[in-house]
């Protein structure tokens, strides 16, 4: 199995200030057809996930372009430009390059 | 805008078989693929498996030996079977809706706590 990494699991933030999650995969998520299928998760608390963003860096409809998402290979990031209060959750990254599809343990932004 | 409702027994006891029911509304079953997925504190989140629209079904090699993934196109329904649970099945399992044009899943069910217990 593709095992994804984050970093770091908790990361407090002052609001309008930015924040970054990183998500390292075992393996290349590149896909024999030249796709890399990582995806960016957001879970609110009680809620079930949202996606963000899908195939690395395509902001998914609605989601605000505060979020974004970078990388390439086995490294990805996702960025929150300005922290705003409704962004407190977890945020997940995961990836559908080859099955089972995994996910990373998670990220908890937080309001300092 | 699509919605999924999924619903099932949230309490069973060991060896007991879970079974899970999700309905799609607002939107075409054919198209997409149609997931399983569970999440719990020890675990986070697993996939479990997705039928997909051509009537192709994979799991999850940890799970394979024991689930069982199903599609009702008629009533645009799918369902999970998961039999000889043990405690550590215990989650809340979420049924999605996934694009196979570029892999990722943009809906999500509300969730169903299954708790696993003599």
């Known amino acids: 199995d593709i095992a994804l990494t984050q970093t770091p699991l908790s990361t407090p933030v002052t609001l309008g200030q930015p924040a970054s999650i990183s998500c390292r995969s075992s393996?290349?998520?590149?896909?024999?057809?030249?796709?890399?299928?990582l995806s960016w998760l957001q879970q609110r608390p009680g809620q079930p996930p949202r996606l963000l963003i899908y195939?690395?860096?395509n902001r998914f409809s609605g989601v605000p372009d505060r979020f974004s998402g970078t990388g390439a290979g086995t490294d990805f990031t996702l960025k929150i430009s300005r922290v705003e209060a409704e962004d407190v959750g977890v945020y997940y990254c995961?990836?559908?390059?080859?099955?089972?599809?995994?996910f990373g343990q998670g990220t908890k932004v937080e309001i300092k | 805008q699509v919605q999924l409702q999924q619903w099932g027994a949230g309490l069973l006891k060991p060896s007991e078989t879970l079974s899970l029911t999700c309905a799609v509304y607002?939107?075409?079953?054919?198209?997409?693929?149609w997931s399983w997925i569970r999440q719990s504190p020890g675990r986070g989140l697993e996939w479990v498996g997705e039928?997909?629209?051509?009537?192709?079904?994979n799991y999850n090699p940890s799970l394979k030996s024991r689930v069982t993934v199903s599609g009702d196109t008629s009533r645009n329904q799918f369902s999970l079977r998961l039999r000889s649970v043990t405690a550590a099945d215990t989650g809340v399992y979420y049924c999605?809706?996934?694009?196979?044009?570029?892999?990722?899943?943009?809906?999500w069910g509300q969730g169903t706590l299954v708790t696993v217990s003599s």
């Open positions: 995961m990836q559908a390059t080859q099955f089972p599809w995994t």
């Open positions: 607002g939107g075409p079953f054919s198209g997409y693929f």
């Open positions: 999605a809706r996934g694009t196979s044009a570029s892999w990722f899943i943009d809906s």
């Open positions: 195939k690395v860096s």
């Open positions: 393996q290349s998520l590149v896909y024999r057809d030249g796709n890399t299928y």
């Open positions: 039928i997909v629209h051509d009537g192709n079904i």
